[in-house]
Nanobody, 127 residues
Framework: QLQLVESGGGLVQPGGSLRLSCGVS????????IGWFRQAPGKEREGVSC????????NYADSVKGRFTISRDNAKNMVYLQMNSLKPEDTAVYFC????????????????????WGQGTQVTVSE
């Protein structure tokens, strides 16, 4: 069964850190770019970051540059999102998604036509 499962979300104070994990089963991660997306209440889902299949190319939304770091371990079929200096506006459900190709592409932040999606993990940044 093809599956992506996110974990690591939770409640954190502003300025704190969280590390999200995306576990993949049912297919080999090696050939696919993986992206992280998020959706806040009342807002559309947006792209946060993407990493190519090799891990050599990464992309970030302007709102998270310098604070978030995406990485992957193909041997473990895992992708991570290290989130530092968290802000209340980072509060959202975070999803990982497998792309249909090895590269992120110019429109990496677009949500449509992604091959597989996880179920999401809640991140809440609040006092």
């Amino acid at each position: 069964q093809l599956q992506l499962v996110e974990s690591g979300g939770g409640l954190v104070q502003p300025g704190g850190s969280l590390r999200l994990s995306c576990g993949v089963s049912g297919f080999t991660l090696d050939y696919y770019a993986i992206g992280w997306f998020r959706q806040a209440p009342g807002k559309e889902r947006e792209g946060v970051s993407c990493i190519s299949s090799s891990g050599l190319t990464t992309n970030y939304a302007d709102s998270v540059k310098g604070r978030f770091t995406i990485s992957r371990d193909n041997a473990k079929n895992m992708v991570y999102l290290q989130m530092n200096s968290l802000k209340p506006e980072d509060t959202a459900v975070y999803f990982c998604a497998a792309y249909s190709q090895s590269g992120c592409g110019i429109a990496w932040y677009v949500t449509r036509n992604r091959k597989y999606w996880g179920q999401g993990t809640q991140v809440t940044v609040s006092e």
